[in-house]
């Protein structure tokens, strides 16, 4: 070989060496910023208006830490406990509502139809079917029998139009008072 090529191998020899050098080196100093800086482990206490991140402190003692924890168990607790008080009242607004809603519509809706009363739900449920296969919203309530009924009505004129329709299809009904 000549010198020139010896040297052109060497050179790229140490140039090989540097870079490997550099590389470990970067590697040793990126592991260590990286452990020195990691980052602080970010803890979330849900309240009822938000969510704010609270970090926790580094403890200066184990005996210290104890204490500290069993507080901020506390605090879940205390936390978890407010928001399901808070799903409860939601809860209790809504079945509150859907009852005004349903006292409003008995005071409001007077009258209904009913196609049927029976012993056993088993045939109240077949009339049933039977109303449903001909496009005809009924449903069941259930008193000293199993009653099938059609629609809500207003007006006691209203009511016997519908009975009227009813009674074109072939179905025998009545117009009763809703209580």
């Not at 090989?16 to 590389?23: P, R, T, V």
């Not at 482990?41 to 204490?67: F, G, R, W, Y």
């Not at 509150?96 to 088993?122: C, H, N, P, W």
């Not at 259930?142 to 072939?170: H, N, P, Q, T």
């Amino acid at each position: 070989m000549k010198e020139s090529e010896q040297l052109l191998v060497m050179s790229k020899k140490l140039f090989f060496l540097i870079s490997s050098i550099i590389f470990f080196v970067a590697l040793g100093i990126g592991y260590t910023i990286g452990y020195v800086t990691k980052p602080v482990k970010e803890v979330h206490i849900k309240t009822v208006d938000n969510d704010k991140p609270v970090l926790p402190a580094e403890p200066k003692a184990q005996q210290e830490s104890l204490p500290q924890q069993k507080q901020e168990v506390q605090i879940v607790q205390e936390v978890e406990a407010k928001e399901e008080k808070s799903k409860e009242i939601e809860q209790i607004h809504k079945n509150l509502y859907e009852k005004s809603i349903m006292l409003k519509r008995k005071q409001i809706l007077k009258y209904t139809l009913q196609v049927g009363a029976f012993d056993k739900k088993i045939n109240a449920d077949r009339l049933l079917d039977k109303l449903r296969g001909d496009k005809i919203k009924a449903y069941i309530v259930k008193e000293d029998y199993y009653k099938v009924r059609v629609g809500y009505y207003r007006s006691f004129k209203e009511a016997i139009k519908a009975s009227e329709r009813l009674k074109s299809l072939g179905i025998e009904n009545f117009v009763k008072k809703i209580k």
